[in-house]
């Protein structure tokens, strides 16, 4: 048997109509977990500021945009993504290490 790719959750707070895309930086919140601020150019309408976050952070951590589902948060600022084959090494090796 093959161990199955491994998959993290990544908390994130999204601005929409950021001007453009781009990871800012990490945050750590009174309650001690760390979540990304990131700003999409697109507008908050039609999912389309989910598609570009989704979009993003697949580039950013070179996985395909299949690989990175909203679980949380679809209608909110802040979302919870579950992404898979990205292990924790790869995600502070391309978006540096929270707090």
Do not use: F, Y
Not at 3 to 25: E, F, K, M, N, Q
Not at 54 to 73: D, E, M, Y
Request: charged letters at 25%.
């Amino acid at each position: 048997m093959s161990a199955a790719a491994p998959s993290l959750r990544l908390i994130v707070r999204l601005t929409p109509r950021g001007g453009r895309d781009a990871i800012d930086s990490w945050t750590v919140g009174e309650d001690g977990h760390a979540w990304l601020k990131a700003r999409v150019a697109a507008p908050p309408v039609d999912g389309a500021a989910n598609e570009a976050l989704v979009r993003l952070i697949a580039k950013t951590l070179r996985r395909p945009a299949s690989a990175i589902r909203i679980v949380a948060g679809d209608h909110g600022r802040v979302k919870h993504l579950e992404i898979d084959g990205v292990a924790e090494g790869d995600l502070v090796g391309a978006l540096g290490a929270p707090g």
